[in-house]
C-alpha cells in the first residue's frame, strides 16, 4: 500500500467531527427548483454513480492518481435545477468550513461529491461521508464533510479566502506524483 500524504483538515488543532451515516443528511439548498435532504442511500438513488480514474493535485506540491467514486456535480445540477440567475454554489461542512465557488468553473473542472478513493468509503480526515473533489483547482475549494449544498446567486468569501487565500489554479511547477514517486508537471488539462 502506498503513502498517502494527510489530506489537509481545515483546522489545526481539531479533529474531524464523528459523523454517524444512519443519520447523516445531505442538504441541497438554495436558489433551486428541487430541493433535498437525503441519507447516502437516497443519494444514491437521486443521482447516478460513477468511478473515475483522475489525478488530485495538492497546494502542498504533489499529487497522486486515484480511482474516486461518487457523482458527478453535474447530475447533481440537473437534478435539482438551479435558477438561471444564480451562478455560485456555496459548500459548508460539518465543522462550518465553507467555500463559494462559481458553477461554471466546478463544471468545466468536471467536480464530483466522493464518496470513495481506491475502492475504500472515505475516512474521515480525507472528508467521510461525502467530499466536494475537484481535479484543476486546489483542494482549499475542495470542502470535506459536506453538510450543505447551497446555490446562491453572490459570491462572498470562503473560509481560505477570509485567511488570504484567493487563487486555487493549479500551478504551473512540477509536483511530486506520490503514485510513481516522480517529479512531473501537471496535466495539460488543469493548467
Not at 481545515?10 to 459523523?19: A, G, Q
Not at 475549494?141 to 486555487?168: L, M, N
Amino acid at each position: 500500500m502506498r503513502k498517502i500524504p494527510t489530506f489537509f483538515w481545515e483546522y489545526k488543532k481539531h479533529t474531524p467531527p464523528v459523523i454517524d451515516l444512519e443519520t447523516y443528511r445531505l442538504h441541497i439548498k438554495g436558489d433551486i427548483k428541487n430541493p433535498q435532504i437525503l441519507s447516502l442511500a437516497e443519494l444514491d438513488k437521486f443521482i447516478p454513480s460513477v468511478e473515475l480514474t483522475r489525478r488530485f493535485y495538492c497546494v502542498n506540491g504533489w499529487s497522486l492518481a486515484s480511482l474516486w467514486k461518487g457523482y458527478k456535480l453535474t447530475a447533481l445540477l440537473d437534478a435539482i435545477e438551479p435558477n438561471a440567475d444564480s451562478h455560485y454554489l456555496k459548500v459548508t461542512s460539518c465543522g462550518g468550513y465553507e467555500d463559494i465557488t462559481k458553477i461554471s468553473k466546478l463544471v468545466r473542472g468536471d467536480a464530483m461529491l466522493v464518496t470513495h478513493m481506491d475502492g475504500e468509503p472515505l475516512n474521515p480526515k480525507r472528508g467521510s461521508p461525502i467530499r466536494l473533489m475537484l481535479f484543476d483547482m486546489y483542494q482549499f475549494k475542495g470542502v470535506k464533510q459536506i453538510q450543505s449544498i447551497e446555490v446562491v446567486k453572490a459570491y462572498k468569501p470562503g473560509t481560505w479566502q477570509k485567511v488570504g487565500y484567493s487563487d486555487a489554479t493549479i500551478q504551473p511547477y512540477p509536483h511530486l506524483q506520490i503514485d510513481s514517486n516522480e517529479q512531473a508537471m501537471p496535466d495539460e488539462s488543469v493548467l
